[in-house]
């Protein structure tokens, strides 16, 4: 081979390493320009990131302000019991029906109907050996019992009961099976056998439009009707309220809202 030859020979081969070496110096330089500002800019930024605290929308604050008033009435002091309603409307309710009937034994016993308020009502005496309104005649001794037991389930129940209105409605039951029972117990013909003296009546003076009753009988009827509306009203003795949830209507692509 000539001289000439291996000249062109090796001018070759050196364009042939320079065109090599330009793409691997290109591959090693291009990730220290990159990786050197990842390193110096984006450090700082990722931990401003994790030291930063996300701000709270005000739907989750105001979940938060629920949830502490929430625990904060559980744990707190419950209300009072209402007793001392119960015991003054009792023994309010038991006085006056005692004193109306000592009235009407001593003045109307064995006279005449007064009547008041134009026929509306009239004051007569009767003599009754049953219930309320003159219902269950015969049964003296079985109401009675249930007497005792009503006035026992009021007073073992008063020791949680929170409620004014369950207080006002309880007072007005206790005090007037308490006057009844009083005359059973103590009126003649004897003991469990006693007739209530029923003295109030109704557009007609012997109780053929209305039964006659009294004082204790009407407030029996007043609480019990008071009771009632504050139990369809959900109000509980304990001074709870439950209230009844949204009902939930699933649309068409699945999503539920309140109803």
């Known amino acids: 081979m000539s001289d000439e030859a291996k000249a062109a020979g090796k001018a070759a081969e050196k364009a ?7 793409p691997v110096e290109a591959q090693v330089s291009e990730p220290e320009t990159v990786a050197t500002p990842a390193i110096v800019v984006d450090e700082p930024d990722a931990e401003k990131k994790t030291e930063e605290k996300p701000a709270e929308s005000p ?17 707190g002091s419950l209300p009072e019991p209402r007793t001392k309603t119960l015991a003054v409307l009792a023994g309010g309710v038991l006085a006056l029906d005692v004193l109306t009937k000592v009235v009407s034994v001593a003045f109307l016993e064995g006279a005449d109907p007064i009547k008041l308020f134009g026929g509306v009502l009239y004051l007569t005496f009767v003599r009754n050996p049953g219930a309320a309104f003159g219902l269950a005649e015969g049964q ?7 007497a005792l037991g009503v006035a026992g389930f009021i007073l073992w129940i008063a020791r949680n009961l929170r409620s004014q209105g369950w207080a006002v409605g309880l007072g007005l039951v206790l005090g007037g099976a308490v006057g009844n029972l009083a005359d059973r117990l103590f009126r003649e013909p004897g003991p469990m056998r006693g007739h209530v003296v029923d003295f109030l009546s109704l557009f007609d003076p012997y109780g053929q439009v209305w039964p006659v009753f009294n004082v204790a009988d009407m407030a029996i009827v007043g609480g ?36």
């Open 140 to 146: 003296t001794w079985i109401l009675a019992l249930i």
């Open 224 to 259: 019990g009707a008071t009771i009632i509306v504050l139990a369809l009203m959900r109000h509980d003795y304990d001074g709870t309220v439950h209230k009844e949830e949204p009902a939930l209507v699933v649309e068409s692509d699945g999503a539920a809202e309140p109803k």
């Open 59 to 75: 739907a989750k604050a105001e979940e938060d302000d629920d949830e502490f008033s929430i625990s904060g009435s559980i744990s």
């Open 16 to 22: 042939a390493e320079k065109v090599a070496d330009k």
